[in-house]
């Protein structure tokens, strides 16, 4: 069953996974099977949400669906902003059309308007036949709009007239064209502090959000990672060809459990598919995982260990002196810098290892007082500010 087509299934277990606290001994390792970590996941829908909300988002994505209104779907990247949006069509009367997917950080400024809206033979230099764009491509079915964030500023008044109007206007031609498109929009931006900044239109974004859905990052919601381990499982496994049966507890609770997961159920999809290549049993232990994650884990402990010391403690972060413990944030430095410094401050090959976009490793880098100097990376006046603020919550 597809992780779509099961995002209302039957109930898997009443009973919650019940994480424990420590890693267990060495030579006394607990092994969970994948039901184990099924347990209390009622739905796929209870792995978007906390599962105490998974029937409120069923029936959200119900109603959404049942209506043409236009859905603004917000959240951090990851966090299954597509995978929503589709299930959103697929509820609908719209299923039978096409769902089709444009990505706005990837328009090209000088094909911008052919990009979306099509162009006629002879528009442009290159232009040797029609193009329908994707607005008509998506016909009869859904347009999913994803990092609209993203969308330059002078393309975003004509975005606003098709919205309103459900008219395109090809490049080159002078007649309008009508298109049947139901149009849902996603973005891991707060658009509405971009509104108050003056980057995004506000009529735009009042007319893309006449209903918005929220989706909050898996470190607010860790409950969902059992289960969502043991999907990524029991759906990749047939790819890498592996028949991964067991987890080890102190790889979950010591390890997945702990991670913050800035790239959210994309980044543990991930780290699970490495997991099983690397594993050469049945089985996924604390060795089997990524590197970062073994990495992370050991600097937390580390970092807790040092707390309790009465002494100084020196910031391998920053190279500076402080008293206070190593935070969440500074551990959250380490990982992007040892990324960077494993791929030679290669940022596109930094943020895939990471499993987050481009843009927003680099906003990360803004946040966190990293810059490149000649081609090296180094740390400015390091702006050791909160998660929530690093890493915008769930909804903006």
């Known amino acids: 069953m597809s992780?779509?087509?099961?995002?209302?299934?039957?109930?898997?277990?009443?009973a919650s996974y019940s994480a424990k606290n420590e890693f267990a001994p060495a030579d006394a390792t607990e092994w969970l099977e994948l039901r184990d970590l099924e347990r209390g996941a009622d739905s796929i829908a209870s792995m978007l949400v906390p599962p105490g909300d998974a029937s409120h988002l069923v029936k959200t994505l119900g109603?959404?669906?049942?209506?043409?209104?236009?859905?603004?779907?917000?959240?951090?990247s990851g966090t299954g902003k597509e995978l929503?949006?589709?299930?959103?069509?697929?509820?609908?009367?719209?299923?039978?059309?096409?769902?089709?997917?444009?990505?706005?950080?990837?328009?090209?400024?000088?094909?911008?308007?052919?990009?979306?809206?099509?162009?006629?033979?002879?528009?442009?230099?290159?232009?040797?036949?029609?193009?329908?764009?994707?607005?008509?491509?998506?016909?009869?079915?859904?347009?999913?709009?994803?990092?609209?964030?993203?969308?330059?500023?002078?393309?975003?008044?004509?975005?606003?007239?098709?919205?309103?109007?459900?008219?395109?206007?090809?490049v080159g031609s002078?007649?309008?064209?009508?298109?049947?498109?139901?149009?849902?929009?996603?973005?891991?931006?707060?658009?509405?502090?971009?509104?108050?900044?003056?980057t995004f239109r506000a009529d735009l974004y009042y007319r893309l959000s006449a209903a918005t859905l929220r989706l909050p990052?898996?470190?607010?919601?860790?409950?969902?990672?059992?289960?969502?381990?043991?999907?990524?499982?029991?759906?990749?496994?047939?790819?890498?060809?592996?028949?991964?049966?067991?987890?080890?507890?102190?790889?979950?609770?010591?390890v997945l459990m702990r991670y913050d997961w800035p790239g959210n159920i994309r980044q543990l999809a991930h780290a699970i598919e490495s997991a099983m290549i690397t594993s050469e049993t049945n089985r996924i232990d604390v060795e089997d995982l990524p590197q970062f994650l073994t990495e992370e884990s050991r600097a937390h402990e580390s970092a807790q260990d040092s707390a309790a010391e009465p002494s100084d403690?020196?910031?391998?972060?920053?190279?500076?002196?402080?008293?206070?413990?190593?935070?969440?944030?500074e551990i959250m430095l380490q990982a992007i810098m040892r990324s960077l410094a494993r791929t030679k401050g290669n940022r596109k090959r930094a943020a895939e290892e990471l499993g987050i976009s481009r843009p927003r490793l680099y906003r990360l880098l803004e946040d966190l007082g990293v810059t490149a100097c000649k081609g090296a990376l180094r740390s400015q006046k390091p702006r050791f500010i909160s998660v929530d603020t690093a890493i915008p919550a769930a909804g903006r």
């Open 217 to 254: 990052a898996l470190r607010e919601r860790r409950e969902s990672i059992p289960p969502l381990v043991a999907h990524f499982i029991r759906e990749g496994g047939p790819l890498v060809g592996r028949h991964i049966t067991q987890v080890s507890r102190r790889a979950l609770d010591g």
């Open 313 to 329: 403690l020196h910031s391998s972060v920053s190279g500076r002196e402080t008293k206070a413990p190593v935070t969440m944030r």
């Open 63 to 76: 109603k959404l669906a049942a209506t043409k209104i236009t859905v603004l779907v917000e959240g951090e």
């Open 3 to 14: 992780f779509l087509a099961s995002i209302s299934c039957a109930p898997v277990n009443s």
């Open 84 to 170: 929503a949006s589709r299930a959103i069509h697929s509820l609908g009367n719209r299923a039978a059309g096409p769902f089709v997917v444009f990505n706005c950080s990837n328009l090209v400024d000088s094909l911008a308007e052919s990009q979306l809206f099509g162009h006629v033979r002879g528009a442009f230099t290159d232009a040797r036949e029609n193009s329908i764009g994707y607005f008509r491509a998506a016909s009869g079915g859904t347009l999913f709009l994803d990092e609209i964030g993203e969308l330059p500023l002078n393309m975003q008044p004509k975005l606003l007239r098709v919205v309103e109007t459900l008219e395109v206007q090809p």
């Open 174 to 198: 002078f007649q309008s064209q009508r298109v049947d498109v139901r149009i849902v929009a996603a973005t891991n931006r707060d658009l509405r502090a971009m509104v108050s900044e003056g």
